[in-house]
């Protein structure tokens, strides 16, 4: 199966968002996923365009709901494979409160954050992960706002798989992707993602020397079921510490992967039937209504 559509991406030059959309396409290809039983989801901004560049189904969304549109469909149909693309801003700005309210549900399915600081699409203002003080080319004046940090805020809102990749290193991306999707509950996959028309800061240049992979420095992520509370604390301080590298050195990897129940496990104590009977194959018994108006008569 060809993952690639025949539409040719119409991003900028050296965009971040080609390294990440050959990843999913890739990894979607190794995996072996059904196209037809694939969704790819997103907001608005630059990456919004991907679906339009997969050969599986895609749905562009309305800026920052992209997560509410895909975990609907997810809950629907719990046989699909969902994936949830979008920007910073429309994942961090507009769409804050579904990020959080997402990570309190885990939903089985991954959400891939392009990560570039700007508003690409609009002309480069300041995006919420954009730091305090700094200033691009696209600004007249350095930002007044601090900046969120994706991977603490996903951990706060209680996201049990979380990573970063980096869209140049496309090769680990894809196997970030890959893993994001295997994994049973909601993934989060930051992604660095340079934009060289309007972030001339967090450049490809600026990130090479600095990128590191977590692995290679023999950290474990896995968090068990049933962990004693003091190996969790030190988990727990374990994250904290690499989340908010930065600067120097910035680690790539697999941060935290813990197994809790899936929020469709947790639907099975509300409807016994489902995941065996669930919305999208329609009505499955003829409504009874009389018994319906009786219940609500008042
Ligand atoms: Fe990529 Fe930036 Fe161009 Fe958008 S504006 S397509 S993020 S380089």
Same mark, same amino acid.
């Given at each position: 199966t060809d993952y690639k559509a025949d539409k040719h991406p119409d991003w900028c030059p050296g965009? #971040?968002?080609? #390294?990440?959309? *050959?990843a999913l396409q890739m990894a979607l290809f190794e995996l072996r996923l059904d196209p037809s039983q694939t969704v790819v989801f997103s907001g608005i901004?630059? *990456?919004?365009?991907?679906?339009?560049?997969?050969?599986?189904?895609?749905?562009?969304?309305?800026?920052?709901?992209?997560?509410?549109?895909?975990?609907g469909a997810k809950l629907a149909n719990p046989h699909l494979a969902v994936v949830a693309v979008g920007g910073d801003g429309d994942g961090l700005g507009i769409g804050a409160g579904h990020f959080v309210a997402a990570g309190r549900r885990n939903v089985d399915m991954l959400y891939i954050l392009y990560d570039n600081e700007v508003y690409g699409l609009t002309k480069g203002q300041a995006g919420p992960t954009l730091g305090l003080g700094e200033k691009t080319k696209s600004l007249p004046k350095p930002n007044p706002q601090g900046r969120v940090n994706p991977l603490l805020l996903a951990f706060a809102s209680g996201y049990t798989w979380i990573a970063r990749g980096y869209a140049y290193d496309v090769k680990g991306l894809? $196997?970030?992707?890959?893993?994001?999707? *295997?994994?049973k509950g909601l993934a989060f996959l930051h992604v660095l993602q340079p934009c060289p028309t309007y972030n001339d800061l967090h450049t490809k240049e600026w990130f090479a020397p600095r990128i590191y992979r977590l692995q290679d420095e023999g950290y474990d992520p896995h968090v068990p079921e049933g962990l004693p509370p003091e190996e969790?604390?030190?988990?727990?301080? /374990?994250f904290q510490e690499k989340a908010a590298e930065w600067g120097e050195r910035i680690p790539t990897g697999i941060f935290w992967k813990a197994e809790v129940p899936t929020f469709e496990e947790r639907l099975k104590a509300y409807l016994p039937?489902?995941?065996?009977?669930?919305?999208?194959? #329609? /009505? /499955?018994?003829?409504?009874?209504?009389?018994?319906?108006?009786? $219940?609500?008569?008042?």
């Open positions: 965009c #971040g968002d080609f #390294g990440i959309l *050959s901004g630059c *990456s919004a365009k991907t679906p339009h560049y997969l050969n599986v189904y895609g749905v562009h969304t309305l800026h920052g709901r992209v997560l509410p549109v895909a975990q894809k $196997e970030l992707i890959k893993e994001g999707l *295997s994994h969790l604390d030190k988990k727990m301080a /374990q039937r489902y995941p065996e009977v669930y919305p999208a194959l #329609g /009505q /499955q018994e003829p409504l009874d209504l009389e018994g319906l108006l009786k $219940e609500f008569a008042l």
